[in-house]
């Protein structure tokens, strides 16, 4: 069962350009997402969490026929990605890692630990 907090996040993905398939997965201590991102490498990928907010920036190269007599009629294969994605609320990004293997990336965002219990007081007015 998908967490609901989850729901931003897998809505971002949605909507990432079509070139980019995206899968979210989550375990009980932590959240995976796998990016397909052809031509990309480690090299040319950047990843940060800043409040709340995962931002993928990749970018491949393209590599022109060498002959000379070639000149593009249509371009439509994407030479960057920059997206910022939300985040679930119990996802941190102390202690992520990421792997890339023939342009798919994997990037593990553990969760926080649940609060621990607490009594929470209860006051009310004078004379109640």
């Given amino acids: 069962?998908?967490?609901i907090c989850m729901s931003p996040l897998r809505d971002a993905l949605q909507e990432l350009p079509s070139a980019v398939f995206a899968d979210l997965l989550e375990s009980a201590d932590a959240y995976l997402?796998?990016?397909?991102?052809?031509?990309v490498t480690a090299d040319t990928t950047t990843l940060s969490v800043d409040r709340g907010r995962l931002s993928v920036e990749a970018r491949r190269e393209k590599d022109l026929p060498s002959d000379e007599d070639f000149r593009y009629i249509r371009e439509e294969r994407s030479l960057f990605l920059d997206v910022d994605l939300p985040l679930p609320p119990d996802a941190t990004g102390s202690?992520?890692?990421?792997?890339?293997?023939r342009g798919v990336l994997e990037i593990t965002l553990p969760k926080r630990d649940a609060a621990p219990d607490q009594t929470i007081p209860?006051?009310?007015p004078e004379g109640a």
């Fill in 95 to 101: 202690g992520a890692s990421a792997e890339m293997d």
């Fill in 33 to 39: 997402v796998v990016l397909d991102l052809p031509g």
């Fill in 1 to 3: 069962m998908l967490n």
């Fill in 122 to 124: 209860i006051s009310s």
